[in-house]
């Protein structure tokens, strides 16, 4: 009875806080591959299936073990490879995106991902993990290879995992903190997610931010700086069609510029306005009114 594992599943992860208490799951093999070598932490891939005692048995202890959870989340960066039907409880649920504060569909059982997400991870792994039963963990370097043998995990018990986590950390040196990487990482995003809302001033906030942030990983602020100049250059953009209404309707036009100066302050495109203002108080003296 599919449904039934199911449950038990969705018990054993109900109330708990969102961000705290549980395994963060990475949603893709792309992005986990990103944080680990960011990182230099271990990939530990979770092979469970519904319906089946053992890997219900392994959810329940293992991977609710306050260690197990705390040692995943700060020193590797954990992925489930589970394929999993609607009806097997895994009913989409609404969540705040921590990243994005946006809301958002997530699975019911592994809440911080969705079930195509899962779904997707596991079929990927099939091509190139080879799983003869289930549950099965995986150890493997940032990159996605093992990092010695086949990076089959022994046993499913907390100390095999430790066990396994610990030797791969061994070999991987000292590791960059999740709490660094996942500031860095959600400020990214969110400025990436106000900018293509057209919300500028919010994205230069948190994008200024991270820029500001020195333990950032450098390939952050370097994507921050990218899409700081992008938004420089929307910025940029919308002043020379402010100054394209300033023949027709100069009042308005200067509102407009008065508008982009304070929208795109701290980048250069403020500037752009501010000039763009004075020349226009110059074409048409006595009505420059307030800046
Ligand atoms: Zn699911």
């Known amino acids: 009875m599919p449904g039934r594992a199911a449950a038990l599943l969705l018990v054993a992860v109900a109330g708990i806080p969102f961000d705290e208490a549980q395994i963060l799951w990475a949603p893709s093999w792309e992005e986990a591959r990103k944080e680990a070598s960011t990182r230099r932490v271990p990939i530990l891939v979770a092979f469970l299936k519904d319906g089946e005692a053992g890997s219900v048995d392994v959810w329940d202890t293992t991977f609710q073990d306050p260690t197990i959870v ?3 989340n700060e020193v590797a960066v954990p992925l489930p490879a589970h394929t999993a039907a609607a009806d097997a409880g895994h009913s989409p649920e609404s969540f705040v995106d921590p990243r994005t504060g ?13 079930c195509p ?17 289930t549950p099965k963990c995986f150890v493997l ?10 990076g089959e995990v022994k046993g499913t018990k907390p100390k095999d995992l430790l066990l396994a986590l610990r030797a791969a950390q061994r070999s991987l040196g000292k590791p960059l903190s999740r709490t ?28 200024q931010g991270l820029m500001k942030d020195r ?33 027709e309707n100069p009042k308005e036009g200067r509102r407009l510029l008065r ?25 048409h003296p006595g009505k420059g009114g307030k800046k």
């Open 141 to 150: 370097g940032p990159d996605g290879k093992p990092l010695s043998g086949t």
């Open 70 to 72: 705390a040692y995943l």
């Open 259 to 283: 508008e982009l100066r304070a929208t795109f302050r701290g980048l250069e495109a403020a500037g752009v306005a501010k000039r763009a203002l004075i020349e226009a108080g110059k074409q």
């Open 215 to 247: 333990k950032a990983p450098d390939e952050f602020r370097k994507e921050s700086e990218q899409l700081l100049a992008e938004v420089n250059a929307a910025g940029i953009d919308r002043v020379v069609k402010a100054q394209s209404v300033l023949g």
């Open 117 to 133: 997400d899962h779904n997707s991870i596991h079929s990927e792994a099939l091509t190139f993990l080879r799983v003869k039963e």
């Open 180 to 207: 660094i990487y996942r500031r860095a990482r959600d400020k990214l995003a969110r400025g990436r997610a106000h900018f293509e809302a057209e919300e500028f001033a919010p994205a230069i906030r948190a994008l």
């Open 102 to 114: 946006k809301t958002t569909d997530r699975c019911s059982v592994y809440k911080v991902i969705t």
